[in-house]
């Protein structure tokens, strides 16, 4: 069964950083896409960033690329999300999650899912 545990969230100030991590057990990095995802009180999920386990393409969503910047340790068994300038509307529940080799940005299809971190940007 793989897990997948997140941590690293916290509060910070409008225009701070957090560096999110993301550690994958029970299974092998290597095969696997990861995901960050991020949910706000009364809003859907969405799509943050996703590398892929092949090549390690990155992807992002709009409102991220230039801030956000994803990255894996394949030894460690680690993903990260480091973000920096933080908005307040960045304040959300962080998920990571796992899917075989290629990205999507369809949740649902991403097979396992951490417990999430909450990061909480203050203005």
């Known amino acids: 069964q793989v897990q997948l545990v997140e941590s690293g969230g916290g509060l910070v100030q409008s225009g701070g950083s957090l560096r999110l991590s993301c550690v994958v057990s029970?299974?092998?990095?290597?095969?696997?896409?990861i995901g960050w995802f991020r949910q706000a009180p009364g809003k859907e999920r969405e799509g943050v960033s996703c590398i892929s386990s092949s090549d390690s393409t990155t992807y992002y969503a709009d409102s991220m690329k230039g801030r956000f910047t994803i990255s894996r340790n394949n030894a460690k068994n680690t993903v990260y999300l480091l973000m920096n300038s933080l908005k307040p509307e960045d304040t959300a529940v962080y998920y990571c999650a796992s899917r075989y080799y290629y990205c999507s940005g369809s949740g649902s299809t991403y097979a396992y899912w951490g417990q999430g971190t909450q990061v909480t940007v203050s203005s």
């Open positions: 029970g299974g092998t990095l290597d095969y696997y896409a």
